[in-house]
T-cell receptor, first 113, second 111 residues
């Protein structure tokens, strides 16, 4: 059974803390993505990666960074968490060839106090 | 630029058909998708359609694509309470592998 896992389902952090969100996929996918999901705004792309050590900014990269040291793992880093980063974070992956079906993790609900 | 729009809510009675609509702006889209998100979970692909098709049927699901009007719809026959979820329309522009998602339609099924 193919799977994308995320390190935490729920996370509570304080303003200014450094936060790491981990995502692992077992499908040998080349492409991995981080989204945030907010009510009424849908999914917004933060960063994506098409290969190990490669990363590209999405639509809302400010305040975030990413790391991809291994093909199966894609990490999202909040260098200094702020309250406006309270959100649901979704990781996804897909293979290099079409139809580019994305496989999603269950999400991490992050609250920044 | 690319944009995908869909209404935010749809309410139907159990046993009726549901039709969720979506419009997109990129005429070069190659694939169009419908994803389902159940409460507390990530998105899961329901179905997709290639841009050279106008219809795809899979059990209770029917996808219709009108490329001229850039309109995609998802029909769920005999809607059940278990179909209550958020449904996302998405498209992949030509030459890209990055999907653009709509904001999602919350389907509420009343008994």
């Amino acid at each position: 059974d193919v799977k994308v896992t995320q390190s935490s389902r729920y996370l509570v952090k304080r303003t200014g803390e450094k936060v790491f969100l981990e995502c692992v996929q077992d499908m040998d996918h080349e492409n991995m993505f981080w989204y945030r999901q907010d009510p009424g705004l849908g999914l917004r792309l933060i960063y994506f990666s098409y290969d190990v050590k490669m990363k590209e900014k999405g639509d809302i990269p400010e305040g975030y960074s990413v790391s991809r040291e291994k093909k199966e793992r894609f990490s999202l880093i909040l260098e200094s968490a702020s309250t406006n980063q309270t959100s649901m974070y979704l990781c996804a992956s897909h293979s290099a060839g079409g139809p580019y079906e994305q496989f999603f993790g269950p999400g991490t609900r992050l609250t920044v106090l | 630029g690319e944009d995908v729009e869909q209404s935010l809510f749809l309410s139907v009675r159990e046993g009726d058909s549901s039709v969720i609509n979506c419009t997109y702006t990129d005429s070069s889209s190659t694939y169009l998708y419908w994803y389902k998100q159940e409460p507390g979970a990530g998105l899961q692909l329901l179905t997709y359609i290639f841009s050279n098709m106008d219809m795809k049927q899979d059990q209770r699901l029917t996808v219709l694509l009108n490329k001229k009007d850039k309109h995609l719809s998802l029909r769920i026959a005999d809607t059940q309470t278990g179909d209550s979820a958020i449904y996302f329309c998405a498209e992949t522009p030509g030459g890209s592998y990055i999907p653009t998602f709509g904001r999602g339609t919350s389907l509420i099924v009343h008994p």
